[in-house]
């Protein structure tokens, strides 16, 4: 059977490709200008309109309103707030609750997912059904569903602050939260903090130093004691020298609840969990995926160089794997920022509890408050999608060296 | 690809665009007056429906009942309104809001009137573009607790965590109190009290804050009522009502004057069951408001039984009262404030003449 010829494209699309973009010069780049003159006139004409009709109705716009005095509390905020200040202020309250949950919840996402990824692959039959369970009852659950189970079921049981459950009295877990002794600082805290800053600095230079020594002698060198002795020493050296940096805040239980040290809420908690958890399954598909992906005779190599599973799976596969993970990666990390807005449910103040939601029905001030937030959450997923274009951008050129 | 890409998003803006310039005829219409808007009224007649925003579960004030009716006082608002209108209370279609989503429903024309619980302030009824209508029902914020906590005042509050519902007055009258007093606390706000009420349950919180009428009416929903106790302390003011969008004062008028008209009702001792007989009265107060005299109903644009029609749908005031709220619900709430004027009460509405 003769094969038939490939058909032609449809004569309209392969017109308006040659009116618009098919050629180029100075035709192709009038199309483009209209183009975007197009645009722009679309966009204004939305802008226009709304802010007519607004008028019309008699509802307040513009941005003034970011000025004003928020008048209500929020219950976790990293950075000074009180009801006073303004909306401006409640903003970025939600905006640093948002990015501090996704940046947490997208490392531990990873880390499980890694674990679980590789679990699955394990030849040992029981782990394998183990990862692979996880991941079918975990992403087959809404993510809604998880976070309230979490909270209300998990957490929500935990006992009242007056029945805690202790350690030495001084860390206490109960339905309010993880309380911990807070460090505060003392007069010597400079001093120790610069120790402690060359032994972190030392402790991040030396493996490279390291790894540019064996590849340029081929004298492998043990980094890990090194490190070890810097971290530890160094601060102790200036502890010795400038005195108690530190003093412990204990927290005390008064009244309704514990007074000093430090709290991790159990909305923060229990958003963290799930969203982890949840986006782990994920993970691991896509990096089971991606290690499936790298052809099995280089795990065959690895082995008939003498290298452990591991250190074949580290040195060898994964690197490779890597430019098949990192894109679906990449959309997994986005979909855990976004889903952190579910919050919402729990009461735990992120962006779009305390500005689309609180800051947005104070003032009725929903396009403004809206199109903030909508370009918040595009800015943190283009941020994050170059600073994984950008490693992957990286490891392709590692590869071809 | 990027060339069709380009080509794509061309062929798409070509075809919104007309679309764009159709969004603009209503803009140049008004200013240039050739082309009239329809007005609320026109639009509820259109539709066969009144579509009113109700809270998302509140008994008393506006839930679904057992067979799946919506009732509660808000509800007998938008009832009455939709007798006036269409003679028909059945002709109502509710839309459940939650407080953040609420507003934003009425300035869009999702719905025509919000009968909600919500709090009349100055700021709502002057940058919202909307309208209140009245007050239906005279409130006040309050707090509930474990009565296993030993709180006998909201001044013992000192460092407690309280549940919320994010979006309302209740969020900042919280903070104001506590800043008043030089008390700390803990505010966790969640989007609909259900969620805040759960988490108080739970335990999460020591409080839960919200009108009182509200913390009644989630306090039946509790495992068990009794081991929860209302505070003493009303921290604030909050008058409840119905509002419309801003820039249609004929339904703004309709909607105000249904409400004047329920508390007239009672005022002047019509009832469900005896307005036929009154309709007849020849006392000259009852002719206007019957509309046997004049054309009161008419002038706002409805029929002149437009009283009649109300009382029949819905009762009087003080009947929708107790069979909502009153002591013919479970909420047993106490007439109180809202007593009309002359039995003790600052419930009043202006004449119907």
Known sequence: MAIDARPPPPQLVAKLRRAL???????????????VAALFWIGYEIV????????????????????????????????????????????????INTLVVSVVGIFFATVIGFAVALARLSPNWLISRIGGGYVEIVRNLPLLFQILFWYLA???????????VSVMDSFFLSNRGIVVPRL????????????????????????????????????????????????????????????????????????????????IAPEFVALTLALSTYTAAFIAEVVRAGILSVHKGQMEAGASLGL?????????????????????LTNQYLNLTKNSSLAVAIGYPDLFSVFAGTTLSQTGQAIEVIAITMGVYLLISLVTSALMSLYGWRINRSMGA | ?????????????????????????????????????????????????????????????????????????????????????????????????????????????????????????????????????GV?????????????????????????????????????????????????YEVIAFANADEAVKAYESGRCDVFTSDVSQLYAQRLKLATPADHAVLPEVISKEPLGPLVRHGDDQWFDIVKWTLFALVNAEELGVTQKNVDEMAKSDKPELKRVFGTDGNLGEQLGLT????????????????SFERNVGSGSKLEIARGLNKLWNKGGIMYAPPIR
């Not at chain 1, 998990?154 to 805690?164: A, E, I, N």
């Not at chain 2, 002149?304 to 009947?319: F, L, Q, S």
């Open chain 1, 154 to 164: 998990v957490l929500g049981s935990l006992p009242s602050p007056r029945q805690s």
């Open chain 1, 308 to 328: 452990s599973r591991g250190q074949t799976l580290r040195l060898i596969v994964i690197p490779q794997a890597m430019r098949v993970i990192l894109p679906p």
């Open chain 1, 48 to 95: 226009d309109n709304a802010r007519d009709n607004l008028a019309n109705q008699r509802i307040a716009s513009g941005f003034a309103f970011m000025s004003h005095t928020a008048g209500f509390g929020v219950s976790q905020t990293l950075i000074p707030y009180q009801e006073s200040d303004s909306y401006t202020r409640v903003f970025l309250v939600g905006l």
């Open chain 1, 184 to 263: 505060a600082g003392e007069a010597g805290l400079d001093g120790f903090l610069v120790a402690l800053l060359i032994a972190v600095a030392a402790a991040i230079v030396l493996p490279l130093y390291a790894r540019r020594r064996l590849f340029a002698t081929g004298k492998p060198m043990r980094v890990w004691p090194w490190v070890l002795g810097l971290l530890i020493g160094l601060p102790l050296i200036a502890f010795l020298i400038v005195g108690k940096p530190f003093s412990l805040e204990v927290p005390v239980l008064r009244g309704f609840n514990f007074v000093g040290g430090s709290r």
């Open chain 2, 136 to 184: 239906s029902y005279y409130d006040g914020q309050g707090f509930m607790a474990k009565k296993s906590l030993k709180v006998n005042s909201a001044l013992e509050l000192n460092g407690a965590s309280i549940c919320v519902q994010t979006g309302t007055t209740n969020e900042q009258n919280v903070a104001d109190y506590f800043k008043g007093n030089n008390m700390k």
């Open chain 2, 304 to 319: 002149k039984d437009w009283v009649a029609r109300i009382v029949k749908a819905t009762g009087n005031y003080g009947e």
């Open chain 1, 21 to 35: 973009g098919g050629r180029s010069g100075w035709k192709g780049l009038l199309a483009q200008v209209l183009f």
């Open chain 2, 1 to 133: 690809m990027k060339r069709v890409s380009i080509v794509v998003a061309l062929a798409i803006a070509v075809g919104l665009s007309p679309q764009v310039a159709g969004a603009q005829n209503p803009k140049a219409g008004s200013t240039a007056g050739a082309e009239k808007k329809k007005t609320t009224l026109e639009i509820v007649r259109e539709n066969g429906a009144l579509s009113c925003g109700v809270s998302q579960g509140l008994p008393g004030f506006s839930a679904p009942d057992d067979k799946g009716n919506w009732a509660g006082l808000d509800v007998d608002v938008c009832r009455a309104i939709a007798a006036a209108v269409f003679d028909d209370p059945s002709k109502v279609k509710f839309v459940p809001l939650s407080a953040k989503d609420r507003f934003t429903a009425l300035q869009s024309g999702e719905i025509d009137v919000l009968s909600r619980n919500t709090t009349w302030t100055l700021s709502r009824d002057t940058s919202l573009g909307v309208n209140f209508a």
